[in-house]
Structure formats: C-alpha cells, structure tokens
Nanobody, 121 residues
Framework: QVQLVESGGGLVQAEGSLRLSCAASGNIVSINSMGWYRQAPGKQRDMVASITSSRWTNYADSVKGRFTISRDNAKNTVYLEMNSLKPEDTAVYYC???????????????WGQGTQVTVSS
C-alpha cells in the first residue's frame, strides 16, 4: 500500500510563514499530480495548489502570490511554502497524490492524514 505523511503545520502569527511537507512511501511506480487541499471547520475541502510530474502548477485564487508548491520527484515529496499567512488560511491541510502502485494496474488517489495550520491575528 501507500502512505502520505505530512509535516510542518503549526501556529503562526498573521504575515508569518510555514512550510508543509508531504512524503509518499510504499510500492510506488510513479506519481502523477500532487497537491494540497484544506478544510476549515464547517466548510468543504478545497484545493489550494497542485503540481504535475512535469511541474506545471495551479493555485487557488486566494493563495496566488503567497503560496508556492514544489516537489522532489526523487524523494516522492511535495512541499507547500506559505508566506504572508492570514487568519482565513486557518484550516487542516491535506496532501493528495495520484499514484501508480506495483501490481495495481491503475492510478489511485491517496490522501494524507492532515496537518493543522492556525494563523492568529
């Protein structure tokens, strides 16, 4: 199977910065798109940023110019650099990846366990 392990969340003051990491492990053949989603209390889970295997990126309008997504294909890891954080960025952040596993025959979509990001005003 596969595991996505996130790290880097925490409490930060407004205008501060955090860097999230998510490492995928398991019987991985290849990883297509990787991304970050977030879910605030009482709200739906929304896409924050995504990056393809060829490093094309896509961002939610609310984070453009403040967040940067990147990946290290050799380490099966995706990062989210978050700058100029705002209280409205407070949420649980989830890592997501489209992964082809050995013996599976198909590309599955996998989620991390989530990491809390809290931005105080």
């Amino acid at each position: 199977q596969v595991q996505l392990v996130e790290s880097g969340g925490g409490l930060v003051q407004a205008e501060g910065s955090l860097r999230l990491s998510c490492a995928a492990s398991g019987n991985i053949v290849s990883i297509n798109s990787m991304g970050w989603y977030r879910q605030a209390p009482g709200k739906q889970r929304d896409m924050v940023a995504s990056i393809t295997s060829s490093r094309w990126t896509n961002y939610a309008d609310s984070v453009k110019g403040r967040f940067t997504i990147s990946r290290d294909n050799a380490k099966n890891t995706v990062y989210l650099e978050m700058n100029s954080l705002k209280p409205e960025d407070t949420a649980v952040y989830y890592c997501n990846a489209e992964i082809l596993l050995y013996g599976s025959g198909y590309i599955g979509r996998y989620w991390g366990q989530g990491t809390q990001v809290t931005v105080s005003s």
